[in-house]
């Protein structure tokens, strides 16, 4: 009996050493390793999954591409329509008012009237094409000679007025435009007067006041300033009627004789020695307006884009510094202000050219 009670003894030290062992393998069932325990750990949390992150979509202006915006110049190299293109080019550049090649295009036919029908059949809704208009838009139109007009394309904005000029060589015969207008009354057919389109009306209406018929001038029609000063040069024609800035060059080396501008008052630089019509005892003043177009249904962001554009480039040095040496005088209009301007305008030069026989009542 007490042998037994002995091995019970022994026996309960062993027992405790094996649930030790027990414990410290996890409380597993397997039978204990020879290899030491691994040492035991609190259960992590779940690591919590992040949601993907929405890529931002960056806002994308239309023109953040940078592909190249085409201004046309709807007549040839040297006209106004021509400089006024490589002018506000020159002022996109300059200013830095844009990041993407401008380039300039000139496409000439019957006055502006080939360029704008390009525009209306084949560029609707083009936002990388600009035009540079004027009052060819409406003559063109209201004499027959387009069947577009400012109606039919995105009007942008007004840029400024040039005042037309009537211009002899410097060795011509009339020393002033009564010389001028008195040859044309006597005699139109002896006296060829070089015009362009929407250069017509204000010679018109001097011949007009001077008591001549406008219907029987003896126009001969050029594409713009360039063309009618080389017919001047060449004795091809006896006068010349365009806006200030296409004969500057020759004004100022002597080459040309300024007899007239149709401006209200007096302008400055090489013209400013020129007299206006109503000066000269003729109540006439005409200027000729400039402005921008785009195709018909051109992106609203397009059309703010460059009215915005257009309208910082009025106020820089370079633009100011071009428009005082041509004489051009800054009148930027845009949205609703240049659309009843245009109304009013038309309407204007529709009355100018009945009353000079030019088209019907």
Do not use: H
Not at 94 to 106: A, H, M
Not at 225 to 252: Q, T, W
Not at 285 to 307: C, H, I, T
Not at 352 to 361: A, F, N, P, R
């Amino acid at each position: 009996m007490r042998k037994l009670s002995m091995r019970k003894f022994l026996l309960y030290p062993l027992v405790f050493v094996l649930m030790l062992a027990m414990t410290a393998c996890g409380g597993s069932s397997s039978a204990p390793s020879s290899a030491p325990a691994p040492e035991t750990k609190a259960p992590e949390a779940p690591a919590k999954t992040e949601e993907p992150k929405k890529e931002e979509k960056k806002e994308e202006g239309i023109y953040s591409k940078k592909k190249p915006v085409t201004i046309v110049a709807p007549s040839t190299p040297g006209s106004g329509w021509d400089l006024t293109a490589r002018s506000l080019a020159e002022t996109f550049e300059k200013e830095k008012l844009v990041d993407f090649p401008i380039p300039v295009v000139n496409e000439n036919g019957a006055t502006g009237a080939v360029s704008l029908a390009q525009l209306v059949t084949q560029s609707k809704g083009d936002a990388f094409k600009i035009s540079v208009t004027s009052l060819p838009i409406m003559s063109n139109y209201l004499r027959g000679d387009s069947e577009y007009s400012f109606k039919d394309v995105t009007m942008i904005s007004r840029l400024m007025t040039e005042y037309f000029m009537v211009a002899v060589g410097k060795d011509s015969e009339y020393q002033t435009i009564k010389d001028l207008l008195d040859a044309v009354v006597k005699d139109p057919a002896s006296v060829p007067i070089g015009a362009s389109g929407d250069d017509r009306l204000p010679f018109a209406l001097l011949v007009d006041k001077a008591g001549g018929d406008p219907s029987q001038i003896n126009f001969v029609a050029y594409e713009g300033g360039g063309e009618i000063s080389n017919a001047v040069l060449n004795g091809d024609i006896k006068a010349a009627i365009s806006g200030v800035s296409e004969f500057r060059g020759l004004l100022e080396s002597g080459t040309f004789r300024g007899l007239v501008v149709m401006s209200e008052n007096r302008l400055a630089g090489p013209v400013k020695d020129v007299p206006t019509a109503i000066e000269a005892g003729y109540d006439v003043s005409l200027g000729n307006w400039r402005g921008v177009m785009g195709p018909p249904d051109m992106p609203e962001e397009a059309v703010k884009f460059w009215q915005d554009t257009i309208e910082k480039a009025m106020t820089t040095p370079t633009w100011k510094e071009i428009a005082e040496k041509n004489q051009w005088e800054i009148t930027f209009m845009k949205g609703e202000e240049f659309a009843k301007y245009l109304e009013k305008t038309q309407e204007e030069i529709k009355q100018g050219l009945i009353k000079t026989k030019q088209i019907q009542q």
